[in-house]
């Protein structure tokens, strides 16, 4: 049954939409039906009776019901999941769109979908809620449950009168507030498109720098990719696991709570969002630094003021995007994840479109190996495996869940080949040159070049929205309810984008502040905490050879972590 058939809200347009929640239920918890209560002062709409944890046989205390934050999981597959682009469902998926008249607007909030199977949305709704007779006909008429491929040993079902015992999941409620409007969680997706998901999730910037790490570490560092791309893959596995584990499970907060309690979830979630925050500082460093290559003799001086060509740019950027942080609807900004991939396609093709076609050619250079400047490249390189926030999101929108090993496996291998590919041939092009954005160093008079030059530029342009409104919605979440208004929506976002401008500005170093990002926060997030919360949640069940393993990874990530900050903060030190 159709959630919004189900819940009978006035908003049509909040709603959690199509039967993923359901057919998810169905998977993990029998298929119960989920209810839910509304508050209409509330920001977060969660039930009462909603808790956290309860992996194995720990059940959740009532101090982690309805923790802190509740965003995260619809906040996040917008900005991870790809559109499908179906008219009905777009127009079905935000209907107030078409209040404007204009067909370039008639768009809403919209996620891969199964074909042919009739997830897609109609395009009308009924307006009343499925009476008692309905409701004991869908009884009779179960989904189908689907086994986990997981070797581990699962938690045993409930009996089947007691399946609405257990706590309700946090998408089975639907973020509500009078000035913001979610999209609908991602529907089913099969296993092509949540191969797409996961590039658009790893195919990100990170990409422009590999040629820049093989300058800093030398030919050698190439072999921190595997390594690095390898562990991640694992650990990405790892949080199957951990969402096996217990039916209450979605996110990677949720895992967090599961394995450390409160604590942990209120801890993964600040490294996440920081994470998120961190990116965005990346994207205005970058735009400025890509429409000053473009424009170099741009300045301004005003009241005794000097802005340069990029922090110029950085500035005016920071102020074109501010009025997308703005949008009421953010069913608007999904449609723009798919930009990544395509973007990530055409700048290689450019690189290699001006390496073969323009006839600068291929040269062969540089050190095999600088000790001492190896952990900039470590950093670098781990940065372009920061995809494990989203990994828990696509895993649990998957149609066939027994394929999400293959999805992970068949994503870390190709993107792996595409930054080696991309490092070889831009170190191999420009040499001891190469700069901390290889299409920094590309002619200026190509036509190549400009198409590359302004796709880094239309890239950042089109996810920065998208990576700050899950930082934002987590800050306008923990207001007091009389705060959680639009006019103070609008003024943290405001303060948000001022304040990664004013970061960027302070540290206007691409390639170092990505190399701190890669250390800190992605040694975190794709081996420490996957690891330790994998091995707190599955203890007793975990074979010694795993159990090593993981303590391995670690120690690794731990080393890489301190050894990487180190070296990324004294450089930017020591280069002001």
Same mark, same amino acid.
């Given at each position: ?16 939409? @199509?039967?993923?929640? #359901?057919?998810?239920?169905? #998977? ?11 508050d ?41 999941a ?14 107030? $769109? ?5 067909s ?22 009924? &307006? ?21 491929? /997981?070797? $581990? ?8 009168? +007691? ?9 089975r409620?639907?973020?509500?507030? /009078?000035?913001i ?20 999730v ?16 030398g ?16 650990? @990405? ?33 600040v ?8 990116s965005?500082?990346e ?15 741009? +300045? ?6 000097? $802005? ?35 973007a ?67 994503c ?14 831009g ?8 700069m901390?954005q ?9 036509i ?17 929205a998208l ?5 934002? &919605? ?31 500005l ?6 170092l ?13 794709? &081996? ?28 690794? @990530? ?5 050894? @990487?900050?180190y ?10």
């Amino acid at each position: 049954m159709d959630r919004d058939e189900e819940m009978g809200h006035g908003d049509r347009s909040l709603l959690f939409i @199509g039967d993923e929640d #359901d057919d998810l239920g169905a #998977d993990r918890d029998g298929g119960s039906p989920p209810t839910s209560s509304s508050d209409e002062g509330s920001f977060s709409d969660r039930s009462d009776d909603e808790a956290r944890g309860g992996g194995g046989d720990d059940a959740p205390d009532d101090g982690q019901k309805g923790a802190w934050p509740q965003s995260y999981r619809q906040s996040i597959d917008m900005m991870s999941a790809v559109p499908s682009p179906r008219v009905n469902t777009l127009m079905a998926a935000s209907p107030s $769109l078409t209040r404007f008249g204009s067909s370039f607007l008639k768009a809403g909030s919209s996620f891969f979908l199964r074909k042919g199977d009739g997830s897609g949305l109609p395009l009308t709704r009924p &307006l009343l809620p499925p009476s008692v007779s309905q409701l004991s006909q869908s009884s009779l008429h179960p989904q189908p449950v689907k086994q986990s491929t /997981d070797s $581990l040993a699962q938690p045993p079902r409930p009996p089947p009168g +007691h399946e609405a015992e257990l706590p309700e999941r946090p998408s089975r409620a639907c973020l509500k507030s /009078d000035y913001i409007e979610l999209p609908p969680p991602a529907s089913k997706c099969s296993r092509s498109q949540s191969i797409i998901n996961g590039f658009n999730v790893l195919c990100g910037v990170g990409i422009l720098t590999t040629a820049y790490g093989i300058k800093e570490g030398g030919w050698l560092s190439l072999l921190l990719l595997p390594l690095l791309g390898g562990s991640s893959c694992y650990t @990405g596995l790892l949080l199957k696991r951990c969402i096996d584990s217990s039916p209450n499970i979605e996110t990677y907060p949720d895992i967090g709570q599961v394995a450390f309690g409160l604590f942990g979830r209120i801890f993964v979630s600040v490294v996440l969002y920081l994470e998120l925050y961190a990116s965005c500082v990346e994207y205005i460093t970058l735009l400025g630094d890509s429409l000053s290559s473009v424009f170099p003799s741009a +300045h301004l001086a005003f009241t005794g003021i000097e $802005l340069n060509a990029h922090n110029l740019f950085a500035i005016t950027m920071a102020l074109a995007i501010l009025p997308s942080v703005w949008l009421r609807n953010l069913s608007l900004l999904s449609y723009l994840s798919a930009g990544g991939v395509i973007a990530t396609i055409t700048v290689i093709v450019c690189l290699f479109w001006v390496g073969i076609g323009e006839g600068i050619g291929f040269h062969p250079s540089g050190a095999l190996v600088n000790v001492t400047r190896l952990p900039v490249a470590l950093g670098l390189y781990g940065y372009c495996y920061s995809g494990h926030s989203v990994f828990p999101n696509i895993y649990s929108s998957m149609e066939e869940r027994s394929q999400f090993p293959f999805v992970l496996l068949f994503c870390f291998t190709v993107v792996t080949l595409v930054y080696a590919g991309v490092a070889v041939s831009g170190f191999m092009m420009f040499g001891e040159s190469t700069m901390s954005q290889f299409t920094l160093n590309l002619p200026q008079q190509y036509i190549p070049s400009k198409i590359a030059i302004w796709m880094t530029v239309v890239n950042p342009y089109t996810k920065y929205a998208l990576t700050m409104t899950p930082v934002a &919605l987590s800050i306008e979440e923990a207001l007091p309810k009389k705060m959680q208004s639009y006019l103070v929506g609008m003024s943290v976002r405001t303060c948000l984008v001022f304040s990664t401008v004013a970061v960027a500005l302070l540290f206007p170093y691409f390639a170092l502040v990505m190399a701190l990002l890669g250390s800190v926060f992605t040694m975190l997030v794709a &081996l420490i905490l996957p690891c330790a919360c994998y091995l707190s949640i599955k203890k007793g069940a975990v074979p010694l050879w795993e159990i090593i393993l993981c303590i391995i990874i670690i120690m690794i @990530g731990v080393v890489c972590a301190c050894i @990487g900050s180190y070296t990324s903060i004294n450089r930017m030190i020591s280069s002001r």
